[in-house]
């Protein structure tokens, strides 16, 4: 069994950063793909980041550039940098595990365990 809990949401202006966090629990979480999705009001969920079990990561286009994401093992816990915010980026997030089916992981809003949510807002 994998648990995560995810936190850092807040409110910013356009412009600003945030760093969230998202801790694990259960060992075998590190076998999975790990990432990042969001889900705007009125919007389908859209993956952000996924970063695979040898680090590798891969971003949505939407935020190439501007998110970075990170793994720390030792403190069993998931990252997501996020620089140059927009007001589109104004979300709920939340952090994802789960069985990729490509190398490298790839953001995505399916896989099986997720935290419960944080709230980003943006104003402009």
């Known amino acids: 069994q994998v648990g995560l809990s995810d936190s850092g949401g807040d409110s910013v202006e356009a412009g600003g950063s945030l760093r969230l966090a998202c801790k694990a629990s259960g060992n075998s979480y590190r076998t999975f793909c790990l990432g990042w999705f969001r889900q705007a009001p009125g919007k389908e969920p859209e993956g952000v980041a996924a970063?695979?079990?040898?680090?590798?990561?891969t971003y949505a286009d939407s935020v190439k550039g501007r998110f970075t994401i990170s793994h720390d093992t030792s403190k069993n816990t998931l990252y997501l940098q996020m620089d140059s915010l927009e007001v589109e980026d104004t979300a709920i997030y939340y952090c994802?595990?789960?069985?990729?089916?490509?190398?490298?992981?790839?953001?995505?809003?399916?896989?099986?365990?997720r935290g419960q949510g944080t709230q980003v807002t943006v104003s402009s």
């Open positions: 970063i695979d079990i040898d680090f590798s990561t």
């Open positions: 994802a595990a789960g069985t990729g089916t490509t190398y490298p992981c790839q953001p995505f809003h399916e896989y099986k365990y």
